[in-house]
């Protein structure tokens, strides 16, 4: 079991950064490739960027790649998303997860909801034009 609290969130002007963090607690967060999803009212929950249990490999969806950047600290238990450039449609609720893994992944895996196994409350991101 890992519990993962999400923080950051707020309301911004497009063009402006934004980082959102996730603490998680539990066990070894090391084992754990770590994913940021969102959600738009009225909409399904989305991939954003998944990061591999040792960091070395990410993933991003088309539209944040260039833009966004996902990084982890395994010795603070800690997930970050940091949101440069942001953009009106960026607007919804931020939630990372968790997914136990044995190694590293890499290219485009893990990028379903279904692919984790635990979540985050969410945070709030707004993007005013």
């Known amino acids: 079991q890992v519990q993962l609290v999400e923080s950051g969130g707020g309301l911004v002007q497009a063009g402006d950064s934004l980082r959102v963090s996730c603490a998680a607690s539990g066990r070894t967060f090391s084992a754990y490739a770590m994913g940021w999803f969102r959600q738009a009212p009225g909409k399904e929950r989305d991939f954003v960027a998944r990061?591999?249990?040792?960091?070395?490999?990410?993933y991003y969806t088309d539209s944040v790649k260039g833009r966004f950047t996902i990084s982890r600290d395994n010795a603070k238990n800690t997930v970050y998303l940091q949101m440069n450039s942001l953009k009106p449609e960026d607007t919804a609720v931020y939630y990372c997860?968790?997914?136990?893994?044995?190694?590293?992944?890499?290219?485009?895996?893990?990028?379903?909801?279904?692919?984790?196994?635990?979540w985050g409350q969410g945070t709030q991101v707004t993007v005013s034009s």
């Open positions: 997860a968790a997914s136990p893994q044995l190694a590293d992944v890499t290219g485009p895996r893990l990028i379903l909801a279904t692919h984790y196994n635990y």
């Open positions: 990061i591999s249990r040792s960091g070395a490999s990410t």
